[in-house]
């Protein structure tokens, strides 16, 4: 069975970090390009985040620019999201997401996870 | 990057039709054929619907349909039922290289 499972969300006082991870099984994790994808309480979905299935191409949304980081591990099937200078407009559950084999972001993710709480408060 | 418009809710009987519409500008919607929908029932993760503005996934009902004319996209659910009742999204490839979400639509089924 193809799964995402996230971890390491939490609470953190506004300025601080935090680091998120998503580990894929069931299909070859190098071959999905990845994307993290945000819904701050009772709001809609919020793109964040995509990296290329090489680890090659990164792309971020203006909200997190220069906050936040994507990177991947395909040895260890790991997808992670640094964020660094938090807000409390980041207060959110952060959803990994991948897409098809061979395919990229902007053609859909097939695959989510059941997210992992983020709440930034003092 | 403003988030695409869609209506915040629509409604509709069992059996009949609902359309959702999506729109953006000639820099997401309307210039690529880069549109998904996603369907979220309450509490859970977001599932794919329609990408590439009219395919379906493997496995979701063909009574879903996707398409699109200029900068706005739609989504069709044909032969509503009690179990299509969640909230649907659409998001769009843009010329930034960056994917945007509409904010959202609740699909009611009386």
């Known amino acids: 069975e193809v799964q995402l499972l996230e971890s390491g969300g939490g609470l953190v006082q506004p300025g601080g970090s935090l680091r998120l991870s998503c580990v894929g099984s069931?299909?070859?994790?190098?071959?999905?390009?990845m994307s993290w994808v945000r819904q701050a309480p009772g709001k809609g979905l919020e793109w964040v985040l995509s990296?290329?299935?090489?680890?090659?191409?990164?792309s971020y949304a203006d909200s997190v620019k220069g906050r936040f980081t994507i990177s991947r591990d395909n040895l260890k099937n790991t997808l992670s999201l640094q964020m660094n200078s938090l807000r409390a407009e980041d207060t959110a559950v952060y959803y990994c997401?991948?897409?098809?084999?061979?395919?990229?972001?902007?053609?859909?993710?097939?695959?989510w996870g059941p997210g992992t709480t983020v709440t930034v408060s003092s | 990057q403003s988030a695409l418009t869609q209506p915040a809710s629509v409604s509709g009987s069992p059996g009949q039709s609902i359309t959702i519409s999506c729109t953006g500008t000639?820099?997401?919607?309307?210039?690529?054929?880069?549109v998904s929908w996603y369907q979220q029932h309450s509490g859970k993760a977001p599932k794919l619907m329609i990408y590439?503005?009219?395919n379906r996934p493997s496995g979701v009902s063909f009574r879903f349909s996707g398409s699109k004319s200029g900068n706005t996209a739609s989504l069709t659910i044909s032969g509503l039922q009690a179990e299509d009742e969640a909230d649907y999204y659409c998001?769009?490839?843009?010329?930034?290289?960056?994917?945007?979400f509409g904010g959202g639509t609740r699909l009611t089924v009386l």
């Open positions: 997401a991948k897409a098809a084999p061979g395919t990229r972001t902007r053609n859909g993710l097939d695959v």
């Open positions: 990296i290329s299935d090489s680890g090659d191409t990164t």
């Open positions: 590439d503005v009219s």
């Open positions: 000639s820099s997401d919607v309307g210039g690529y054929n880069y």
């Open positions: 069931g299909f070859t994790f190098g071959s999905c390009a």
């Open positions: 998001t769009s490839y843009t010329s930034r290289k960056t994917l945007v």
